[in-house]
């Protein structure tokens, strides 16, 4: 049982580059969230999910895009990367009620 | 707006004392409660949480939270710090609506031996 897989774990980009980081989960969860996490501002919610086919705007979504085609499957994409967006990424699922979240193992990405 | 107020961004403390990492959130009606773990370069790890019934919880790796819904507080404690517990710790709420979770900014807690 993976839990939540993030691809790529690390990736370098040139300002202006785009990208799509994958996340996967089989634990059959509802929600699902991306996060960014940079030093001294704890996790900041980009877009989330609470089923196939919905997204929603986070606390900072501007320059990224998600979807949600299948359950088991949410898309982050930066269209045209900014060194602003240098960050470690975390991918979360969770399910209904106080369930808590489960977060993936993150990926560094790094924009020049 | 829900906020969740970590007291601390660093708190020492020597191996084998107690440690207190301290979570204040606004809410007018019992949330539910998390604290989670972050070790260097790695994911976070649910900790314990409260959604329910005892308000003494406990996790893994020791720790134990209380939910005092008078002080609106979650407080992470474990009686004896050992070098292992060096991390980032996080506490969350749950939203009105339990779609997301309000996070606090972290506590970075240091080991001395």
């Known amino acids: 049982n993976a839990g939540v897989t993030q691809t790529p774990k690390f990736r370098v980009l040139k300002t202006g580059q785009s990208m799509t980081l994958l996340c996967a989960q089989d634990?059959?969860?509802?929600?699902m969230y991306w996060y960014r996490q940079d030093p001294g501002m704890g996790l900041r919610l980009i877009h989330y999910?609470?089923?196939?086919?919905?997204?929603a705007k986070g606390e900072v979504p501007d320059g990224y895009n998600v979807s949600r085609l299948k359950k088991q499957n949410f898309l982050l994409g930066l269209e045209s990367a900014a060194p602003s967006q240098t960050s470690v990424y975390f991918c979360?699922?969770?399910?209904?009620?106080?369930?808590?979240?489960?977060f993936g193992d993150g990926t560094r990405l790094s924009i020049l | 707006a829900q906020s969740v107020t970590q007291l601390g961004s660093h708190v020492s403390v020597s191996e084998g004392a107690l440690v207190l990492l301290r979570c204040n959130y606004s809410?007018?009606?019992?949330?539910?409660l998390f604290w989670y773990v972050q070790y260097p370069n790695q994911g976070l790890q649910l900790l314990l949480k409260?959604?329910?019934?005892a308000t003494l919880v406990k996790g893994i790796n020791g720790f134990e939270a209380e939910f005092k819904k008078s002080e609106t507080s979650f407080h992470l404690t474990k009686p004896s710090a050992h070098m292992s517990d060096a991390a980032e710790y996080f506490c969350?709420?749950?939203?009105?609506?339990?779609?997301?979770?309000?996070w606090g900014a972290g506590t970075k807690l240091i080991i001395k031996p």
């Open positions: 809410s007018s009606v019992p949330p539910y």
């Open positions: 634990m059959n969860h509802e929600y």
């Open positions: 409260y959604t329910t019934g």
């Open positions: 999910s609470v089923g196939e086919g919905t997204t």
């Open positions: 969350a709420v749950s939203d009105w609506g339990n779609y997301q979770l309000i």
């Open positions: 979360a699922v969770r399910g209904q009620g106080g369930q808590p979240q489960h």
